[in-house]
């Protein structure tokens, strides 16, 4: 994980050198606010790596393309918190909150063109590939949100349907940051795809485990409340497993559990936790996990580049799917 340390480190130092204006305040303010929180900058990172692999002479020359990224998800996390209504990102208080939505709109905004200018520092010849993915990617993630809010209000979501959101609100963006360092590299259209397809399965895999973590994490070390998708009645993959194989005798009970209030939310986390456990859908869920894995291990161990360069990248996949938190 050495690799991965310098990496991270020359992340954090290129954002910290980006000053922007100071007027008008409540613009940039913001924007300052949401890139100091502390986050993993895994999405920054695997451009570096997708770089690094195919061997970039000076990984520098990734740097643009880095920051883009990381302040491309920044912008979707303030507009998602919006639509959302949340109250905290981690740990703090959202934009929104902190300041109000109208301006948390217009920030996110300024910082999507932000994430243009970013790109357009990168090398003239490679801007037309990086703008293909990038827009692709961008647009992906937008319909992924819409679903996810159409989920809302939809009583029947399969399984299928659940890893193509997923696959759209997360997955992409950690594949096309990797496409995005593979171009800079100058590696084939063949290696680009099977990178891609390495971060998409990956981050659909870290989802299932987000969602199987919120309901048997351990509250000591899981980093927020366990059972908080359950409260909200969010369509996990768990919820949905459940309705698929529920028995009628109990269906009655779970839609009384689904309707209980903020004060019985220990009641209804218990209960739900209880029917998931009956029905083993942790272990459902896991196998569907180590499923997409699998799909994401095949896609780099498919890459024609020595073993020993992919190291880092198995490293980091390794600690994402075995964290706890």
């Known amino acids: 994980m050495y690799v991965n340390k310098i990496f991270a480190e020359k992340i954090s130092e290129e954002l910290t050198s980006k000053v922007l204006p100071h007027h008008p305040e409540n613009l940039y303010a913001p924007i300052n606010y949401i890139l100091h929180l502390s986050g993993k900058r895994i999405r920054p990172l695997l451009v570096l790596l997708g770089a690094d692999l195919f061997g970039i002479e000076n990984i520098d020359d990734a740097l643009p393309a880095s920051v883009a990224i990381e302040y491309f998800h920044n912008f979707s996390l303030i507009h998602d918190d919006i639509m959302d209504k949340a109250p905290l990102r981690r740990g703090q208080q959202t934009v929104h909150q902190k300041w109000n939505d109208n301006v948390a709109i217009l920030s996110g905004d ?7 200018e970013q790109l357009s520092q990168c090398p003239a010849p490679l801007i037309p590939d990086l703008l293909r993915v990038f827009n692709r990617i961008a647009l992906e993630v937008c319909e992924g949100q819409q ?29 096309g940051a990797l496409e995005m360092g593979a171009i800079l590299a100058g590696a084939s259209s063949e290696s680009r795809r099977q990178l ?23 509250p000591a070390t899981f980093g927020k409340q366990v059972g908080g998708d359950i409260i909200a009645n969010k369509k996990t ?4 497993l459940l309705g ?34 009956k029905y083993a859908i942790q272990q459902k869920a896991d196998t569907l996990k180590q499923h997409y894995t699998a799909l994401a291990y095949k896609s780099l161990e498919a890459i024609n580049i020595d073993h020993q360069r992919k190291t880092e990248l198995y490293e980091l996949a390794n600690q994402l799917m075995k964290r706890v938190r």
């Open 110 to 116: 300024a910082l999507l063109i932000k994430a243009y």
């Open 147 to 175: 679903l996810d809010m159409d989920f809302e209000t939809s009583d029947s979501i399969m399984e299928e349907e659940y890893i193509q959101m997923i696959r759209l609100k997360t997955s992409v963006l950690l594949g």
């Open 196 to 218: 891609y397809d390495f971060g998409v399965n990956l981050g659909i895999a870290f989802q299932l485990q987000d969602d199987i973590l919120d309901a048997f994490g351990d």
């Open 237 to 240: 993959i768990l919820y949905i």
């Open 244 to 277: 698929e194989t529920i028995h009628p005798e109990d269906q009655a009970h779970f839609e009384n559990l689904l309707v209980l209030g903020q004060g019985e939310a220990s009641e209804k986390i218990t209960g739900i936790i209880t029917l998931y456990e």
